[in-house]
Structures are given as structure tokens and as C-alpha cells.
């Protein structure tokens, strides 16, 4: 595990988000939230919220993927991507 990836755990499990487990997973950071979250809900304001929550975070940025699960559904929100990342879309 990297410094920022930790430094990213670290802030999320400050923000004390009930019930949601987060860990790492590789290179990339898995969050399983309760079955009754709406992923749509997160995926929306996912950008904008981890701006905010970066604003703690002064480590160099780096590549960094987050893997969201609520018991149903999922979805992957990369964070920094890479030019493989963008050559994907």
C-alpha cells in the first residue's frame, strides 16, 4: 500500500460513514457500503465530494482507484487517472 492510498483510508475512516467497511484492495481502495445505499446517489456527487475531502490530503497525487459495492450493485471511480485510463473511455 501506498502513502496516498493510506492517507485516503485514513481520511474516509475519519469521516465515520456508518457501516461502510473500506480497505485496501491492491492498488486500490474497496468500499462496501449497507445494501440500502443508493449507488446512483454516490456515483452523482462522488467528484465533488472527494474534492472537498481532498483538500486534507497534501501528499503528491497519484493514480488511485476506488471500488464502490453496496451488497448489489457496483462501480470503479478513478481518481488521477493515468493515460491508460483515458484511453479506456
Do not use: C
Not at 449507488?39 to 472537498?52: C, F, G, V
Request: aromatic share 10%; glycine share 4%.
Amino acid at each position: 500500500m501506498n502513502a496516498y492510498q493510506q492517507k485516503w483510508i485514513d481520511v474516509l475512516a475519519a469521516a465515520n460513514l456508518k457501516d461502510w467497511k473500506i480497505e485496501p484492495v491492491g492498488d486500490d481502495i474497496y468500499i462496501e457500503m449497507p445494501h440500502i445505499t443508493d449507488l446512483k446517489l454516490i456515483r452523482d456527487n462522488l467528484p465533488e465530494t472527494l474534492a472537498l475531502i481532498s483538500l486534507d490530503i497534501t501528499l503528491p497525487k497519484e493514480r488511485l482507484k476506488f471500488r464502490f459495492h453496496n451488497g448489489y450493485e457496483n462501480f470503479e471511480y478513478v481518481l488521477n487517472p493515468g493515460e491508460a485510463d483515458l484511453n479506456e473511455a
